[in-house]
């Protein structure tokens, strides 16, 4: 049906779409007054200044200028061209496309567009084909007794359209052709042999269709069930088509998004099986990168809506592997990232089989922040009594370090490096910076700049000592006005502090505070250490210029290490008592879950803050 789309039907998309529901699926907004506010998804903001008016049926960004009405977001968002935006949201309204004669050149219809949606219709079809033969026909038999002896219940195996492919290898063809397909048509889909296309590309296969954002099957993924084990691949899955980019879909992601804005928080997990478990337990947060490497295309699709990233790959080598790629993608985008260690069994299939949901639940639930998880395993790696143990796990830790985004948790991430180690701190700071203004100068840097390089490799010099991150919290409230002071003490403890500096000064402040002799001067005198002298008279000109905003940022910075110190303390003792069988550690075990999932709330809402 060719033609132009015509101005009737993009009014009545225009009219009928609320644009608020449109963008507030791809940027949490907030209601203010009239408006609607949200971070933009077209630059990099922290604060919100993308508006969107529902009156107006308009959004706007005050920093980037980006504009447009709904049909100009999903085209930018969805990468669709001005007629594949307007069928997209005509679709969701349920309206149907008016074609006409003449119109404006953009209003055409795109035979691109077209194609895309005569393949989506193709893999819906063959999917719905391929479910009937799984769960209805004697073929299927074998292929969902393997399912259902997974655990995966009938509910799940509905939900997610699970299919079985045919033993026949020349059946799809024929049965598709009967429908009234081209021949070229079915031989560029995708779903055929490219060398014999007669020959279907999956069979004998339990079958896991792959939806869009709204739910139409784009590909397939075919799992090996029986055979010549060693000449088929355990996994088949669609290469890149019109309709569909593996690199930037997520396996499940239609029916998690909803979850993901509410739990803000997602799993990326290994594979179809992986994901379906977590789904069928309940935790419907999961998703899954489809047969390649977490992308950061992917990993974007989710940033909006979450605080944190859960990463649950496979224990051997190579999921290992993958778990510390997607650490460093992830915190290159500035995201909180946790691991979820199974315990009994090696994927989330087995754990819901063997163990049940709640086991799975807990595994999440003891999910540990990845520096944790990044140590540990080097900890199993390398002897940390060995001068060369040391060099290796420091220099692997490093590059961890580079993808944080926030010096504060570098130095504090570097802290928990040489604790663990046992490594002297400012050996392992030099290390790092050298090692930086090594790799600069092997990159062949311009004249001048690396002279500019060399003065502040100079200044670095004479700092000899540097306050710790805790430390330099403290330190922002020492000014002549007690109001600061208070207001942090007010907040948090000196128990709430490690470093035995930071610890000492806050006692020395608190003394002042009390005394009502609080200033600089008095401070300075009751130190003993020469060393914490130095770093308050240096610390002084450093956070003058905002001292209540540098305030703040500390305080919250102290309460919420110490909670996730909090954490990892009860973390651990519930590791151990898992182990136990005794019905008192049982009852202490799930007195601290409650703990825990208290401490969790805390975390979250202080990161709101
Ligand atoms: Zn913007």
Redesign the pocket.
């Given at each position: 049906m060719a033609g132009f789309i015509s101005q009737a039907t993009i009014d009545e998309v225009t009219a009928r779409t609320d644009i608020v529901r449109v963008v507030s699926d791809y940027v949490p907004l907030v209601q203010k007054g009239n408006d609607w506010w949200g971070c933009?998804p077209?630059?990099h903001?922290k604060t919100a200044?993308?508006s969107v008016s529902s009156e107006k049926k308009f959004y706007y960004?005050f920093?980037?200028h980006?504009g447009g009405t709904a049909i100009n977001f999903i085209m930018e968002m969805e990468k669709l061209s001005y007629p594949e935006a307007v069928t997209f949201l005509a679709r969701k309204q349920g309206i149907q496309i008016q074609y006409s004669e003449g119109g404006l050149e953009q209003q055409k219809e795109d035979p691109a567009a077209k194609l895309k949606q005569e393949y989506t219709d193709l893999y819906t079809r063959v999917a719905g084909t391929f479910h009937y033969m799984l769960t209805s026909t004697d073929a299927g038999a074998f292929a969902l007794d393997y399912i259902t002896k997974r655990g995966i219940s009938m509910e799940t195996i509905q939900k997610f359209k699970l299919g079985y492919s045919p033993r026949d290898r020349f059946w799809l063809k024929k049965f598709l052709l009967e429908k009234n397909y081209s021949k070229e048509f079915l031989e560029a889909s995708g779903l055929f042999s490219k060398k014999y296309p007669d020959i279907a590309f999956f069979t004998d296969r339990l079958m896991f269709p792959i939806f869009d954002r709204s739910g139409n099957v784009v590909a397939m993924g075919g799992r090996f069930l029986r055979g010549d084990a060693e000449h088929s691949p355990k996994y088949l899955n669609s290469g890149d088509l019109p309709q569909y980019k593996k690199g930037s879909t997520l396996y499940a992601f239609n029916f998690a998004r909803q979850a993901i804005r509410e739990a803000k928080r997602v799993i990326f997990c290994e594979g179809y099986m992986d994901c379906i478990a977590y789904h069928q337990c309940g935790i419907h947060y999961a998703v899954a990168p489809l047969g390649t490497a977490l992308t950061e295309d992917q990993i974007r699709m989710v940033k909006p809506f979450v605080q944190e990233i859960l990463l649950s790959f496979d224990s051997d080598k190579a999921g290992q592997e993958a778990t510390r790629r997607a650490i460093l993608m992830c915190r290159k985008q500035d995201i909180t990232v946790r691991v979820i260690q199974l315990t009994g069994a090696k994927d989330p299939a087995e754990i819901m089989l063997n163990f049940g949901k709640d086991t799975l639940t807990k595994d999440v639930e003891l999910a540990i922040l990845d520096s944790d998880f990044l140590l540990s395993k080097l900890q199993e790696l390398y002897p940390k009594n060995s001068p060369e143990g040391k060099k290796a796990a420091t220099l692997s830790f490093f590059e961890y370090m580079d993808a944080l985004q926030s010096d504060v948790q570098k130095n504090a991430c570097l802290e928990q490096l040489c604790q663990t180690f046992d490594i002297n701190l400012e050996a392992a700071r030099k290390d790092f910076t050298n090692r930086a203004h090594r790799g600069v100068q092997e990159r062949s840097v311009p004249q001048r700049l690396q002279s500019e390089e060399s003065v502040s490799q100079e200044q670095n010099k004479h700092q000899v000592f540097k306050p710790n991150a805790e430390l330099r919290a403290v330190l922002t409230a020492v000014t002549d006005d007690p109001i600061y002071f208070q207001k942090m003490r007010s907040r948090i403890s000196v128990d709430d502090l490690t470093d035995p500096q930071a610890r000492k000064l806050f006692i020395i402040m608190e003394e002042c505070s009390r005394s009502g002799s609080f200033s600089v001067s008095n401070i300075l005198n009751r130190c003993e250490s020469e060393q914490l002298k130095s770093m308050i008279l240096k610390s002084d000109d450093e956070y003058s210029s905002n001292i209540a905003q540098s305030v703040d940022s500390s305080i919250l910075y102290v309460e919420r290490t110490a909670l996730e110190r909090k954490r990892l303390e009860l973390v651990n003792r519930m590791r151990r008592l898992e182990r136990s069988a005794l019905p008192e550690d049982k009852a202490l075990l799930s007195e601290l879950l409650s703990q825990k999932m208290d401490l969790d709330n805390k975390i979250v809402s202080l990161k709101r803050m």
């Open positions: 933009c077209f630059h903001e200044s993308f960004c920093g980037c980006a």
